[in-house]
């Protein structure tokens, strides 16, 4: 999983001179919350987001209802965006985990995908997260289970072999360590074309390892 | 699929657009009431006939309406952004950075006194500001993405010297440079033979998915609609009438245009005697004429009401994403169905004559063309003349009354052998024998008798007709001429011969430009008939013609030939109308006729692999048929110098079924193989092979 294959390609972009108004009205009618500011051949100069929008109180005070229309409307892109230099961005070649990691060590909600400084396209919080949704996803109806394993090599192909052996597919796959026992690993899958109970009594039969959640679910 | 609903918006939103031009007679509304949405990775088409306002909606997009024209309503939002209204710095940057145009002639798109690499490199220097270095290696990566071949040689030609199928692909190339987010192709493979459109849409289906461009496609070709579009807008008369997803817009039309549409094409494998083409009556109002206040169909609807004539129908909900603008469209039944009385016609059973005797016969004929050599010597006559083998040894005989189709890619050869038929070329050598005439001679030297059996009906009725002459006359003419009539009858025979192709006596003292495409076509038909020949060629008759029209003029074409029991050579491109139109079938390559027999024996194998890779590629007009997928690779090769052995061995892909990789091919040339008495196929590989290949086309 390539950031590349799964950025949005093509992000709605606008010029450092357009005013902030109608930066927000084409936030509402594209439904984003990121616009990276694009200058010549799409070379980003900044970023508008929610936050870059809001006028400071201290600013909202001081002015009365007249001045406020009038220092919004001569109020640019330019003004309030954040700068390039503090822009924090990717390349299109690195993995979608490290796209992750990067967002959650700077508490960013998006990262602009550049390819020598031309804006190729954008990733943001909700992309990986729709991601997540359909790396776990299955395309019909069944059964969620979630295994505890220990970390010794050879434990999935146990628990796959079991699986396989009464015919069944899996359809979706993640694993994680264990959030109460950092010693095990968690293996979370789908299976198809199998009732409940069946799953249930297959996999308790293998050795050392323990079901921690078994649910039926719509994909 | 539990996939995540995510709310994309639209990388281009029309709504409710008008454009008009400023003309003569005030502002003329040629667009009106059209509004669509293209996502991420869509194809979105635009369908109609000619006149129906496509390009103005593709224009209005990007402001290049013209000095007269203007968006007069509605909004062009384009990532959220309004395009109506902007400035032209504004737009300039838009259009050079984000939104690219494909045209539909590639020559007219490219500058012909630069190199491609300098037309190609412009576009990054200018909009990406990069050095030329730079560009040069960016540029010549996206030609090997357009799969280009030779890209570094290619970049220093011009534009004269590579195939039609690559110039497109270099304006695709130069399109996507600059990585646009929607792409607006106007007919972009229109110009192009069948089997390198089949590459250039295979290309862009590609390009779609690796770019996530948002395509807005302008066709009138339904078949190219079903290959490359996920959603389609019917436009007719400047207005939108139907959109919706290609497959319901297909297996359910709901506007009564679109099902009309949908009868005037021949489906792939439907023949004269299993089926009809129902042409759609009337013909499109012109801008200033159009109903207002009411459907805009109307006029031409089987299904009209008084409402449809008093009120303005707007696009309801026939189903979630399926929009149609018809007051009727839940109660109209597509398949109860019947044709108005003037458009059902029965042909008449020919007799089956015992004896087939051909009426034209034509054995090895050929005709080259000379071509002086470059050298000093060719100046005082000295030089060695080489050859243009146009037709090369080319043998074929039709018997009286049927209808011989010949199809191949332009160069093949096709039009050279009806002009030698005809004699407006002298041929070479070979023999051709007509009602048992000897016709290798020119026409100055034929008898008139001669002349008079064989006539022509020419590919652009424009430019075969004297634009002073009224249409009486331009009929008149060939009836004089050959005395079919006495003098003073010249004028009831051609209102005779008028209403013959449907036409009524007011035709007479019309001029040229007073007609439509059409109803020209149509005088070019009753003027080859007025000397009641024997043969007449057809060549390309209706490939400059509407689908509507087509349909009209094909039904025409069909009674004709009844009434009068002529014989038919019908050239065309289109392998559905050969299909449908015709009783033999001619399939030629680089002068050669390559598969010769009975039209259903052609289109089911065995196959010669050239006729394999034409059904292949031909578009069909339904979504849900499933096509082997077979591209040839390269050009045709040059006719003055014609490949040994086989003339198709350098492109063949059937070329392995054969021992040592077909090396048979290069060598020697190939035997008629003779599936049936009438069937025959030229080809190396035998006919216990060809015939275990599968049909090229299964009906979905």
């Given at each position: 999983m390539?950031?590349k294959d799964?950025m949005?390609k093509?992000?709605v972009?606008?010029d450092?001179?357009?005013?902030?108004v109608?930066a927000?009205?084409?936030?509402?009618?594209t439904?984003?919350?990121?616009?990276?500011?694009v200058?010549?051949?799409?070379r980003l100069?900044?970023l508008?987001?929610?936050e870059t929008?809001?006028?400071p109180?201290?600013?909202?005070?001081?002015l009365?209802?007249?001045?406020?229309?009038r220092?919004?409307s001569?109020l640019?892109?330019k003004?309030?965006?954040v700068?390039?230099?503090d822009?924090?961005t990717?390349g299109p070649d690195?993995t979608i985990e490290?796209?992750?990691?990067?967002?959650?060590?700077h508490?960013i909600g998006?990262?602009?995908?550049?390819n020598e400084e031309?804006v190729?396209?954008?990733?943001?919080?909700?992309?990986?997260?729709?991601?997540?949704?359909?790396?776990?996803?299955a395309?019909?109806?069944?059964v969620r289970?979630?295994?505890?394993?220990?970390?010794a090599?050879?434990e999935?192909?146990?628990?796959?072999?079991?699986?396989s052996a009464?015919g069944w597919?899996i359809w979706?796959?993640g694993?994680i360590?264990?959030?109460k026992d950092p010693?095990?690993?968690e293996?979370v899958?789908?299976i198809?074309?199998a009732?409940?109970?069946?799953?249930?009594a297959?996999?308790s039969?293998?050795?050392?390892?323990?079901i921690?959640d078994?649910?039926?679910?719509a994909g | 699929m539990t996939?995540?609903q995510?709310d994309?918006?639209?990388i281009?939103?029309?709504?409710?657009v008008?454009i008009?031009?400023e003309t003569?007679?005030?502002?003329?509304?040629?667009v009106r009431?059209v509004?669509f949405?293209?996502?991420h990775?869509?194809?979105f088409g635009?369908?109609?006939?000619?006149?129906?306002?496509?390009s103005?909606?593709a224009?209005?997009?990007v402001?290049f309406l013209?000095?007269?024209?203007?968006?007069?309503?509605?909004?062009i939002?384009f990532q959220?952004?309004e395009l109506v209204?902007r400035?032209e710095?504004e737009?300039?940057?838009?259009?050079g950075?984000?939104?690219a145009?494909?045209y539909?002639?590639?020559?007219q798109?490219l500058?012909?006194?630069?190199?491609?690499s300098d037309q190609?490199?412009?576009?990054l220097?200018?909009?990406?500001?990069i050095?030329?270095?730079?560009?040069w290696k960016?540029?010549?990566?996206?030609?090997e993405?357009?799969y280009?071949?030779d890209?570094?040689n290619?970049?220093?030609?011009y534009?004269h010297q590579?195939?039609g199928?690559?110039q497109q692909?270099?304006?695709?190339?130069?399109?996507?440079?600059t990585?646009?987010?929607l792409l607006?192709?106007d007919e972009?493979?229109?110009a192009?033979?069948?089997?390198v459109e089949?590459?250039?849409?295979?290309l862009?289906?590609d390009?779609?998915?690796?770019f996530?461009?948002a395509i807005?496609y302008?066709?009138?070709?339904?078949?190219?609609?079903?290959r490359v579009?996920n959603?389609v807008g019917?436009?007719?008369a400047g207005?939108m009438v139907?959109?919706g997803?290609v497959?319901?817009?297909?297996?359910d039309?709901?506007h009564?245009?679109?099902?009309?549409?949908?009868?005037?094409?021949p489906?792939?494998?439907?023949?004269?005697?299993s089926?009809r083409l129902?042409?759609i009556?009337g013909?499109?109002p012109a801008?200033k004429?159009?109903?207002?206040?009411a459907?805009?169909f109307?006029p031409?609807?089987?299904?009209?009401?008084?409402r449809c004539?008093?009120e303005?129908?707007?696009m309801?909900?026939?189903?979630s994403?399926?929009r149609v603008r018809?007051f009727?469209?839940?109660?109209?039944?597509?398949a109860a169905w019947?044709?108005?009385e003037d458009l059902?016609f029965?042909?008449?059973a020919?007799?089956?004559?015992?004896?087939?005797?051909?009426i034209?016969?034509?054995?090895?004929l050929?005709?080259y063309?000379t071509q002086?050599?470059?050298?000093?010597?060719s100046l005082?006559g000295?030089?060695?003349k080489r050859y243009?083998?146009?037709?090369?040894?080319?043998s074929?005989e039709v018997?009286?009354?049927k209808?011989?189709?010949i199809?191949?890619?332009s160069?093949?050869?096709?039009?050279?052998l009806?002009k030698?038929?005809v004699g407006?070329?002298?041929s070479?050598?070979g023999k051709a024998?007509f009602?048992?005439f000897?016709?290798?001679?020119?026409?100055?030297a034929?008898?008139?008798k001669?002349?008079?059996?064989?006539?022509m009906v020419f590919?652009n009725?424009?430019?075969?007709?004297?634009?002073?002459?009224?249409?009486g006359?331009?009929i008149?003419?060939p009836?004089?001429?050959?005395?079919?009539?006495p003098?003073n009858?010249?004028?009831?025979?051609?209102i005779?011969?008028?209403?013959a192709?449907r036409l009524d006596?007011?035709?007479y003292?019309?001029l040229?430009?007073?007609?439509?495409?059409g109803?020209?076509?149509?005088v070019?038909?009753?003027?080859a008939?007025?000397s009641r020949?024997e043969l007449v060629?057809?060549d390309?008759p209706?490939?400059?013609l509407d689908?509507?029209?087509?349909?009209?003029v094909l039904n025409?074409?069909l009674e004709i030939?009844?009434?009068?029991h002529t014989?038919?050579?019908?050239i065309?491109?289109?392998?559905?109308?050969?299909?449908?139109f015709s009783?033999y079938v001619a399939?030629m390559?680089?002068g050669h006729?390559?598969?010769?027999?009975?039209?259903?024996a052609?289109?089911?194998p065995p196959?010669h692999p050239?006729t394999?890779?034409?059904?292949?590629?031909?578009p069909?007009?339904?979504?849900t048929?499933?096509?082997k997928?077979i591209?040839?690779?390269?050009?045709?090769?040059s006719?003055l110098?014609p490949?040994?052995g086989?003339v198709f061995?350098t492109?063949?892909?059937?070329r392995t079924?054969l021992?040592?990789?077909?090396?048979i091919?290069?060598?020697?040339v190939?035997p008629?193989r003779?599936?049936?008495?009438?069937?025959?196929?030229?080809c190396h590989?035998?006919?216990?092979?060809?015939?275990?290949m599968?049909?090229v086309?299964?009906?979905?």
């Amino acid at each position: 999983m390539i950031v590349k294959d799964y950025m949005t390609k093509h992000p709605v972009m606008i010029d450092p001179a357009m005013s902030i108004v109608e930066a927000q009205s084409i936030m509402a009618e594209t439904k984003t919350r990121h616009l990276p500011v694009v200058g010549e051949g799409k070379r980003l100069v900044g970023l508008i987001t929610h936050e870059t929008l809001r006028i400071p109180p201290n600013i909202l005070t001081s002015l009365d209802v007249w001045e406020i229309t009038r220092f919004l409307s001569n109020l640019t892109v330019k003004d309030v965006m954040v700068k390039c230099k503090d822009i924090i961005t990717i390349g299109p070649d690195i993995t979608i985990e490290e796209a992750a990691r990067i967002m959650v060590e700077h508490k960013i909600g998006c990262l602009p995908v550049l390819n020598e400084e031309i804006v190729v396209g954008i990733i943001t919080d909700t992309d990986l997260m729709a991601h997540l949704v359909e790396m776990l996803a299955a395309p019909e109806p069944s059964v969620r289970v979630t295994m505890r394993m220990s970390l010794a090599t050879g434990e999935l192909a146990r628990l796959v072999a079991a699986i396989s052996a009464q015919g069944w597919g899996i359809w979706a796959l993640g694993g994680i360590y264990s959030p109460k026992d950092p010693n095990s690993w968690e293996a979370v899958f789908k299976i198809s074309d199998a009732p409940r109970e069946q799953v249930i009594a297959a996999l308790s039969k293998i050795e050392g390892q323990k079901i921690i959640d078994v649910r039926e679910v719509a994909g | 699929m539990t996939n995540v609903q995510r709310d994309q918006a639209p990388i281009l939103k029309v709504e409710n657009v008008a454009i008009s031009y400023e003309t003569r007679y005030g502002d003329v509304e040629a667009v009106r009431r059209v509004s669509f949405e293209v996502g991420h990775a869509t194809t979105f088409g635009l369908v109609g006939e000619s006149g129906c306002g496509k390009s103005t909606v593709a224009f209005g997009i990007v402001d290049f309406l013209g000095p007269n024209g203007k968006i007069t309503g509605g909004s062009i939002k384009f990532q959220g952004r309004e395009l109506v209204g902007r400035t032209e710095n504004e737009l300039r940057r838009l259009r050079g950075d984000q939104i690219a145009m494909v045209y539909q002639d590639p020559m007219q798109a490219l500058n012909p006194s630069l190199t491609i690499s300098d037309q190609l490199n412009e576009v990054l220097t200018v909009h990406r500001n990069i050095s030329e270095a730079e560009a040069w290696k960016k540029s010549v990566a996206m030609l090997e993405r357009v799969y280009m071949p030779d890209c570094s040689n290619v970049m220093s030609r011009y534009p004269h010297q590579i195939s039609g199928g690559q110039q497109q692909r270099v304006v695709i190339a130069m399109a996507l440079l600059t990585n646009p987010a929607l792409l607006i192709m106007d007919e972009p493979t229109t110009a192009l033979d069948v089997t390198v459109e089949a590459v250039v849409l295979d290309l862009i289906e590609d390009l779609k998915r690796d770019f996530d461009t948002a395509i807005v496609y302008i066709t009138h070709d339904l078949g190219v609609v079903a290959r490359v579009c996920n959603e389609v807008g019917v436009m007719y008369a400047g207005e939108m009438v139907e959109s919706g997803p290609v497959e319901a817009i297909f297996a359910d039309p709901k506007h009564p245009y679109t099902q009309g549409l949908m009868r005037c094409v021949p489906k792939l494998g439907s023949t004269k005697e299993s089926s009809r083409l129902y042409p759609i009556r009337g013909r499109v109002p012109a801008p200033k004429d159009r109903p207002k206040g009411a459907c805009i169909f109307a006029p031409r609807c089987d299904y009209v009401t008084d409402r449809c004539h008093n009120e303005l129908p707007v696009m309801e909900e026939a189903s979630s994403e399926h929009r149609v603008r018809c007051f009727h469209h839940k109660e109209i039944d597509v398949a109860a169905w019947k044709p108005s009385e003037d458009l059902v016609f029965d042909l008449p059973a020919v007799e089956e004559k015992e004896s087939q005797e051909p009426i034209l016969e034509v054995k090895d004929l050929r005709t080259y063309y000379t071509q002086e050599s470059k050298s000093v010597w060719s100046l005082v006559g000295l030089g060695q003349k080489r050859y243009v083998k146009a037709v090369d040894g080319v043998s074929l005989e039709v018997p009286a009354g049927k209808t011989l189709g010949i199809v191949g890619e332009s160069g093949c050869g096709k039009s050279t052998l009806a002009k030698t038929i005809v004699g407006l070329e002298a041929s070479t050598a070979g023999k051709a024998e007509f009602l048992g005439f000897d016709i290798t001679v020119p026409v100055s030297a034929r008898d008139i008798k001669l002349i008079q059996e064989l006539q022509m009906v020419f590919q652009n009725p424009d430019s075969t007709m004297n634009p002073s002459y009224s249409i009486g006359q331009q009929i008149g003419r060939p009836l004089q001429r050959f005395k079919t009539v006495p003098a003073n009858q010249v004028r009831e025979e051609v209102i005779r011969l008028l209403h013959a192709v449907r036409l009524d006596e007011s035709y007479y003292d019309r001029l040229p430009r007073q007609l439509s495409g059409g109803e020209k076509q149509r005088v070019g038909i009753a003027r080859a008939f007025a000397s009641r020949p024997e043969l007449v060629l057809c060549d390309e008759p209706v490939s400059a013609l509407d689908v509507s029209v087509q349909a009209a003029v094909l039904n025409l074409l069909l009674e004709i030939q009844h009434e009068f029991h002529t014989t038919l050579l019908f050239i065309a491109h289109d392998l559905s109308v050969v299909r449908f139109f015709s009783d033999y079938v001619a399939v030629m390559y680089l002068g050669h006729v390559v598969e010769f027999g009975p039209a259903e024996a052609i289109y089911a194998p065995p196959y010669h692999p050239y006729t394999e890779a034409l059904l292949s590629a031909v578009p069909i007009p339904d979504p849900t048929a499933e096509q082997k997928h077979i591209r040839l690779e390269g050009s045709v090769p040059s006719a003055l110098k014609p490949p040994s052995g086989c003339v198709f061995h350098t492109r063949c892909p059937r070329r392995t079924l054969l021992a040592d990789g077909g090396l048979i091919c290069e060598t020697e040339v190939p035997p008629w193989r003779y599936n049936t008495e009438q069937h025959r196929i030229y080809c190396h590989i035998p006919l216990e092979v060809s015939r275990q290949m599968e049909p090229v086309v299964t009906a979905g």
